[in-house]
């Protein structure tokens, strides 16, 4: 079965930077995307960025674009998301999640069809 582990998340300073880990094992599927999500206290689920396993194409949500840059070790089926110019509002728990497809919709990235979640990796800005 599926199984995501996440890791990196922490404390940090505004305009610090911080570097979450995602490593995916038992996905059997020839196409997917792994992405990241963050969900803060009180709020709905947020898409940040997405990668399409093998072809490098990345996307990014609005609030993501020029400072998260997510990235891919294929060797250790393995996503990063590196996180520079950290800001108070950027704290919430961020899970990282395989899924079918997925798109980018007034600067919103969604994941689509079917999904895994990892357990989340708290990123706290303060």
């Known amino acids: 079965h599926v199984q995501l582990v996440e890791s990196g998340g922490g404390s940090v300073q505004p305009g610090g930077s911080l570097r979450l880990s995602c490593s995916a094992s038992?996905?059997?599927?020839?196409?997917?995307?792994m992405g990241w999500f963050r969900q803060a206290p009180g709020k709905e689920r947020e898409g940040v960025a997405g990668?399409?396993?093998?072809?490098?194409?990345?996307y990014y949500a609005d609030s993501a674009k020029g400072r998260f840059s997510i990235s891919q070790d294929n060797s250790k089926n393995t996503v990063y998301l590196q996180m520079n110019s950290l800001n108070p509002e950027d704290t919430a728990m961020y899970y990282c999640?395989?899924?079918?497809?997925?798109?980018?919709?007034?600067?919103?990235?969604?994941?689509?069809?079917?999904?895994?979640w990892g357990q989340g990796t708290q990123v706290t800005v303060s």
């Open positions: 990668m399409r396993i093998g072809r490098g194409i990345t």
């Open positions: 999640a395989v899924h079918q497809s997925c798109s980018v919709v007034a600067g919103t990235y969604r994941a689509g069809g079917r999904e895994y």
């Open positions: 038992g996905v059997t599927w020839y196409n997917y995307v």
